[in-house]
Protein backbone atom coordinates (compact mmCIF):
# COMPACT_ATOMS: atom_id res chain seq x y z
CA UNK A 1 0.00 0.00 0.00
CA UNK A 2 3.12 2.10 0.02
CA UNK A 3 1.58 3.47 -3.74
CA UNK A 4 -1.42 4.52 -1.91
CA UNK A 5 -2.39 8.54 -2.20
CA UNK A 6 -3.63 9.94 0.66
CA UNK A 7 -5.75 12.58 -1.59
CA UNK A 8 -6.42 12.90 -5.20
CA UNK A 9 -4.13 15.90 -4.45
CA UNK A 10 -0.78 13.50 -4.32
CA UNK A 11 -1.98 12.80 -8.13
CA UNK A 12 -1.06 16.29 -9.58
CA UNK A 13 1.72 16.25 -11.09
CA UNK A 14 4.78 13.23 -12.42
CA UNK A 15 2.78 13.12 -15.83
CA UNK A 16 5.14 11.21 -18.57
CA UNK A 17 6.70 12.74 -21.29
CA UNK A 18 6.79 10.63 -24.47
CA UNK A 19 8.99 10.47 -28.09
CA UNK A 20 7.11 12.23 -30.96
CA UNK A 21 9.34 10.52 -33.19
CA UNK A 22 7.03 9.86 -35.79
CA UNK A 23 6.59 13.24 -36.04
CA UNK A 24 9.94 14.24 -35.87
CA UNK A 25 10.54 11.59 -38.85
CA UNK A 26 8.04 12.64 -41.15
CA UNK A 27 9.27 16.09 -40.97
CA UNK A 28 12.56 15.04 -41.48
CA UNK A 29 13.87 17.04 -38.16
CA UNK A 30 17.54 15.91 -36.41
CA UNK A 31 16.95 15.08 -32.85
CA UNK A 32 13.95 14.18 -30.18
CA UNK A 33 10.90 15.69 -29.49
CA UNK A 34 8.80 14.84 -26.36
CA UNK A 35 5.61 16.24 -25.02
CA UNK A 36 5.05 16.29 -21.55
CA UNK A 37 1.24 14.56 -21.11
CA UNK A 38 -0.62 17.61 -18.29
CA UNK A 39 -3.79 16.33 -19.37
CA UNK A 40 -3.28 13.29 -17.30
CA UNK A 41 -3.90 15.23 -14.24
CA UNK A 42 -6.75 14.71 -12.48
CA UNK A 43 -8.49 17.91 -13.78
CA UNK A 44 -7.36 17.13 -17.13
CA UNK A 45 -4.61 20.04 -17.47
CA UNK A 46 -1.58 21.69 -16.38
CA UNK A 47 -3.96 24.43 -14.32
CA UNK A 48 -3.83 21.69 -11.53
CA UNK A 49 -0.21 22.65 -10.95
CA UNK A 50 -0.83 26.00 -10.48
CA UNK A 51 -4.07 25.99 -9.07
CA UNK A 52 -2.33 23.79 -6.32
CA UNK A 53 0.56 26.04 -6.25
CA UNK A 54 -1.17 29.49 -5.55
CA UNK A 55 -4.00 28.21 -2.88
CA UNK A 56 -0.39 26.74 -1.01
CA UNK A 57 0.97 29.81 -1.67
CA UNK A 58 -2.05 31.88 -0.19
CA UNK A 59 -1.90 29.38 2.80
CA UNK A 60 2.02 29.80 3.82
CA UNK A 61 1.28 33.62 3.62
CA UNK A 62 -1.54 33.64 5.51
CA UNK A 63 -3.48 35.31 3.04
CA UNK A 64 -6.08 32.65 3.02
CA UNK A 65 -7.43 31.09 6.47
CA UNK A 66 -9.84 28.17 7.20
CA UNK A 67 -13.01 28.19 5.61
CA UNK A 68 -12.77 31.07 3.60
CA UNK A 69 -14.48 31.35 0.54
CA UNK A 70 -11.55 31.14 -2.75
CA UNK A 71 -13.24 32.91 -5.61
CA UNK A 72 -11.60 33.03 -9.43
CA UNK A 73 -12.34 34.35 -13.11
CA UNK A 74 -12.19 31.42 -15.47
CA UNK A 75 -12.98 29.74 -18.63
CA UNK A 76 -12.77 26.18 -17.38
CA UNK A 77 -9.33 24.63 -16.78
CA UNK A 78 -8.11 26.97 -13.74
CA UNK A 79 -11.34 26.44 -12.50
CA UNK A 80 -11.47 23.16 -12.29
CA UNK A 81 -7.95 22.67 -11.03
CA UNK A 82 -9.74 25.01 -8.23
CA UNK A 83 -12.46 23.04 -7.34
CA UNK A 84 -10.71 20.13 -7.09
CA UNK A 85 -8.23 21.72 -5.10
CA UNK A 86 -10.41 23.31 -2.61
CA UNK A 87 -13.04 20.63 -2.53
CA UNK A 88 -10.25 18.62 -1.01
CA UNK A 89 -8.73 21.50 1.66
CA UNK A 90 -12.11 22.58 2.60
CA UNK A 91 -12.74 25.89 0.97
CA UNK A 92 -16.22 26.98 -0.69
CA UNK A 93 -14.80 28.02 -4.33
CA UNK A 94 -17.25 30.65 -6.71
CA UNK A 95 -16.63 30.13 -10.17
CA UNK A 96 -17.28 33.28 -12.65
CA UNK A 97 -17.80 32.26 -16.00
CA UNK A 98 -19.04 33.78 -19.39
CA UNK A 99 -22.05 32.79 -20.65
CA UNK A 100 -19.99 32.39 -23.99
CA UNK A 101 -17.90 29.92 -22.42
CA UNK A 102 -17.97 25.95 -22.90
CA UNK A 103 -21.54 24.88 -20.75
CA UNK A 104 -19.62 21.64 -20.13
CA UNK A 105 -16.63 23.23 -18.29
CA UNK A 106 -19.38 24.59 -15.92
CA UNK A 107 -20.90 21.72 -15.35
CA UNK A 108 -17.75 19.68 -14.51
CA UNK A 109 -16.79 22.49 -12.16
CA UNK A 110 -20.32 22.13 -10.34
CA UNK A 111 -20.14 18.54 -10.37
CA UNK A 112 -16.74 19.14 -8.41
CA UNK A 113 -18.39 20.79 -5.73
CA UNK A 114 -18.00 24.71 -7.40
CA UNK A 115 -20.64 27.10 -7.57
CA UNK A 116 -20.57 28.73 -10.63
CA UNK A 117 -21.87 32.17 -11.49
CA UNK A 118 -22.52 32.83 -15.39
CA UNK A 119 -22.22 36.42 -16.92
CA UNK A 120 -24.38 37.47 -19.41
CA UNK A 121 -21.77 38.54 -22.81
CA UNK A 122 -22.15 42.22 -23.84
CA UNK A 123 -25.20 42.98 -26.45
CA UNK A 124 -22.74 42.89 -29.64
CA UNK A 125 -21.06 39.90 -28.84
CA UNK A 126 -21.20 36.32 -30.37
CA UNK A 127 -22.29 33.47 -28.72
CA UNK A 128 -19.97 31.01 -27.78
CA UNK A 129 -16.94 33.65 -28.47
CA UNK A 130 -15.70 35.75 -25.60
CA UNK A 131 -15.01 39.36 -26.15
CA UNK A 132 -12.81 41.73 -24.22
CA UNK A 133 -15.59 43.49 -22.82
CA UNK A 134 -17.28 39.93 -21.59
CA UNK A 135 -14.10 39.61 -19.86
CA UNK A 136 -14.00 42.63 -17.97
CA UNK A 137 -17.51 41.95 -17.05
CA UNK A 138 -16.71 38.82 -15.45
CA UNK A 139 -13.81 40.41 -13.63
CA UNK A 140 -16.27 43.31 -12.26
CA UNK A 141 -18.88 40.39 -10.84
CA UNK A 142 -15.64 38.76 -9.43
CA UNK A 143 -14.45 41.32 -7.85
CA UNK A 144 -17.97 41.99 -6.44
CA UNK A 145 -18.24 38.29 -5.07
CA UNK A 146 -14.50 38.73 -3.38
CA UNK A 147 -15.48 41.80 -1.80
CA UNK A 148 -18.87 40.99 -0.91
CA UNK A 149 -18.41 37.22 1.16
CA UNK A 150 -14.33 38.50 1.75
CA UNK A 151 -12.75 35.98 -0.08
CA UNK A 152 -9.70 35.12 -1.39
CA UNK A 153 -9.03 35.84 -5.23
CA UNK A 154 -7.06 32.92 -6.52
CA UNK A 155 -5.76 35.25 -9.67
CA UNK A 156 -3.24 33.26 -11.56
CA UNK A 157 -2.34 36.19 -13.47
CA UNK A 158 -0.66 38.14 -10.27
CA UNK A 159 -0.22 35.36 -7.42
CA UNK A 160 3.50 33.84 -7.64
CA UNK A 161 2.59 30.18 -6.80
CA UNK A 162 1.58 29.82 -10.33
CA UNK A 163 4.84 30.27 -11.79
CA UNK A 164 6.50 28.80 -8.90
CA UNK A 165 4.20 25.67 -8.75
CA UNK A 166 6.28 25.10 -12.02
CA UNK A 167 9.36 25.58 -11.21
CA UNK A 168 8.82 23.10 -8.43
CA UNK A 169 7.28 20.54 -10.26
CA UNK A 170 6.99 20.96 -14.33
CA UNK A 171 10.75 22.19 -14.31
CA UNK A 172 12.35 19.39 -12.29
CA UNK A 173 9.99 16.78 -13.85
CA UNK A 174 11.12 17.54 -17.25
CA UNK A 175 14.41 17.61 -16.06
CA UNK A 176 14.72 14.32 -14.45
CA UNK A 177 12.52 12.58 -17.20
CA UNK A 178 14.88 13.73 -19.83
CA UNK A 179 18.11 12.84 -17.99
CA UNK A 180 19.05 16.82 -18.42
CA UNK A 181 19.47 16.49 -22.31
CA UNK A 182 17.18 19.33 -22.97
CA UNK A 183 18.34 22.15 -25.38
CA UNK A 184 15.08 23.69 -26.20
CA UNK A 185 11.56 24.08 -24.25
CA UNK A 186 8.27 25.80 -25.71
CA UNK A 187 4.38 26.44 -24.19
CA UNK A 188 1.86 28.44 -25.69
CA UNK A 189 0.85 31.15 -23.15
CA UNK A 190 -2.30 31.47 -21.21
CA UNK A 191 -1.01 33.43 -18.04
CA UNK A 192 2.28 32.42 -18.85
CA UNK A 193 2.44 30.73 -15.28
CA UNK A 194 4.01 27.58 -17.10
CA UNK A 195 6.63 28.85 -19.19
CA UNK A 196 8.08 31.18 -16.33
CA UNK A 197 8.14 28.66 -14.18
CA UNK A 198 9.53 26.02 -15.57
CA UNK A 199 12.20 28.14 -17.41
CA UNK A 200 13.64 29.51 -13.89
CA UNK A 201 14.62 25.89 -13.26
CA UNK A 202 15.48 24.56 -16.45
CA UNK A 203 18.39 27.80 -16.47
CA UNK A 204 19.06 27.16 -13.39
CA UNK A 205 20.59 23.94 -14.52
CA UNK A 206 21.66 25.10 -17.52
CA UNK A 207 21.64 28.71 -18.90
CA UNK A 208 22.01 27.67 -22.33
CA UNK A 209 18.64 25.99 -22.85
CA UNK A 210 16.36 28.38 -25.14
CA UNK A 211 12.94 28.48 -24.12
CA UNK A 212 9.58 29.69 -26.38
CA UNK A 213 6.48 30.96 -25.31
CA UNK A 214 3.95 30.07 -28.54
CA UNK A 215 1.30 32.55 -29.32
CA UNK A 216 -1.69 32.81 -32.01
CA UNK A 217 -0.26 34.21 -35.43
CA UNK A 218 -2.43 37.18 -35.34
CA UNK A 219 -1.92 37.72 -31.44
CA UNK A 220 1.50 37.76 -30.92
CA UNK A 221 1.55 40.05 -27.95
CA UNK A 222 4.61 39.22 -26.38
CA UNK A 223 6.72 39.01 -29.58
CA UNK A 224 5.67 42.82 -29.98
CA UNK A 225 3.37 42.02 -33.09
CA UNK A 226 -0.13 44.14 -33.75
CA UNK A 227 -3.42 42.35 -32.44
CA UNK A 228 -5.19 41.51 -35.26
CA UNK A 229 -8.00 38.93 -33.78
CA UNK A 230 -9.55 38.95 -30.31
CA UNK A 231 -7.65 37.46 -27.45
CA UNK A 232 -9.40 38.05 -23.86
CA UNK A 233 -6.30 38.45 -21.95
CA UNK A 234 -3.13 39.65 -22.63
CA UNK A 235 -1.02 39.73 -18.63
CA UNK A 236 1.31 36.96 -19.72
CA UNK A 237 3.83 39.43 -20.17
CA UNK A 238 3.95 40.37 -16.83
CA UNK A 239 4.53 37.01 -15.92
CA UNK A 240 7.27 36.37 -18.03
CA UNK A 241 9.09 39.24 -17.06
CA UNK A 242 9.76 37.76 -13.14
CA UNK A 243 11.16 35.18 -15.06
Known amino acids: MTDTLTSVLGAIGQTPLVRLDRVVAHHGCDGTILAKLDYLNPGFSKKDRAALGVICEAEDTGSLVPGQTVVELTSGNMGTGLAIVCAVKGYPFVAVMSKGNSTERAR ?55 PQAHKHTTGPELWAQSGGNINAFCDFVGSGGTLAGTTRYLRAQNPTVKCYPVEPKGAAVIAGKKQSIPITRSKAAATLCRT
Open 108 to 162: MMTALGAEVILVDQMPNSLPGQVSGADLAAVDREAQRITKERCAFRADQFYHNGN
